[in-house]
């Protein structure tokens, strides 16, 4: 039977102890896959660790979370117990909000802490004006609304019998976001470091900015020239900045 620990997260093959390990949450309807393309880029000394939720992939005939606070509570019990040493926590887009409120649960939780948030392709919750996404939505909006974020793979959208599968734990990831209510509190104690695409006109510089308000620790915004919003035209870039965030935690001889 497989451990909790490689239920949840998605590791690279064997391989000599990381340093440093990359807790990376993907995008709303998307999965620990969307991930893939970036290891090779990552240096060796950094773990890539794709969470792999209910509902999909491997886990796929178990119930999805529809709720931000259950999901964050599950993911801080198995994070504590399964993940040790310098960990970073990175989320993309909808994952930042899950990224997020996961730091603030670990910060002040039994296992190791934090030591970075990494935050990519999403506005800051205090500063929310527009709601989220329905989960509700007709089908032919749903499937322009995934064509539009770009979290799921082409391979899903045009197959229609795969995609209707898929389409509820799809839709439970919108009833998490629809669920989050971000709550006032102290600011994070860990640094954070936020990127995101100079040509996405929904998230200019001075929006991202707000994060920094949500952190007591250092801040840092890293902007890419891009169009994507999912920046997965400056993989390789967005890597090598995530590298030189997490350096100061490696290990030196």
């Given at each position: 039977?497989?451990?909790?620990?490689?239920?949840?997260?998605?590791?690279?093959?064997?391989?000599?102890?990381?340093?440093?390990?990359?807790?990376?949450?993907?995008?709303?309807?998307?999965?620990?896959?969307?991930?893939?393309?970036?290891?090779?880029?990552?240096?060796?000394?950094?773990?890539?660790?794709?969470?792999?939720?209910?509902?999909?992939?491997?886990?796929?005939?178990?119930?999805?979370?529809?709720?931000?606070?259950?999901?964050?509570?599950?993911?801080?019990?198995?994070?504590?117990?399964?993940?040790?040493?310098?960990?970073?926590?990175?989320?993309?887009?909808?994952?930042?909000?899950?990224?997020?409120?996961?730091?603030?649960?670990?910060?002040?939780?039994?296992?190791?802490?934090?030591?970075?948030?990494?935050?990519?392709?999403?506005?800051?919750?205090?500063?929310?004006?527009?709601?989220?996404?329905?989960?509700d939505l007709p089908f032919d909006d749903l499937l322009t609304w995934l064509v539009k974020s770009g979290g799921t793979p082409e391979v899903v959208i045009s197959n229609p019998p795969l995609l209707e599968v898929l389409e509820p734990s799809i839709r439970a990831d919108l009833r998490v976001l629809e669920s989050y209510r971000y709550a006032a509190g102290q600011p994070l104690a860990l640094p954070v470091a936020v990127i995101g695409?100079?040509?996405?006109?929904?998230?200019?510089?001075?929006?991202?900015?707000?994060?920094?308000?949500?952190?007591?620790?250092?801040?840092?915004?890293?902007?890419?020239?891009?169009?994507?919003?999912?920046?997965?035209?400056?993989?390789?870039?967005?890597?090598?900045?995530?590298?030189?965030?997490?350096?100061?935690?490696?290990?030196?001889?």
């Amino acid at each position: 039977m497989p451990s909790e620990s490689s239920l949840w997260f998605a590791r690279p093959p064997a391989r000599d102890p990381a340093d440093v390990r990359l807790l990376a949450i993907p995008p709303a309807g998307s999965s620990a896959a969307f991930f893939n393309d970036w290891r090779p880029y990552l240096p060796d000394w950094l773990e890539l660790i794709g969470l792999r939720l209910p509902g999909r992939e491997s886990r796929f005939l178990e119930p999805a979370f529809d709720d931000m606070s259950e999901l964050v509570r599950a993911l801080e019990t198995v994070t504590a117990s399964d993940i040790a040493g310098p960990y970073a926590i990175l989320g993309h887009c909808g994952g930042a909000f899950v990224a997020f409120e996961l730091a603030r649960l670990a910060s002040g939780g039994p296992g190791d802490r934090p030591v970075k948030l990494i935050l990519i392709g999403q506005p800051p919750p205090h500063t929310l004006t527009a709601p989220p996404v329905p989960h509700d939505l007709p089908f032919d909006d749903l499937l322009t609304w995934l064509v539009k974020s770009g979290g799921t793979p082409e391979v899903v959208i045009s197959n229609p019998p795969l995609l209707e599968v898929l389409e509820p734990s799809i839709r439970a990831d919108l009833r998490v976001l629809e669920s989050y209510r971000y709550a006032a509190g102290q600011p994070l104690a860990l640094p954070v470091a936020v990127i995101g695409a100079t040509g996405d006109p929904d998230l200019p510089p001075e929006t991202l900015s707000g994060w920094g308000d949500l952190t007591a620790g250092r801040f840092a915004l890293h902007m890419f020239d891009s169009c994507d919003h999912l920046l997965s035209d400056r993989v390789a870039e967005i890597c090598a900045t995530i590298a030189d965030e997490l350096e100061q935690f490696r290990a030196h001889p």
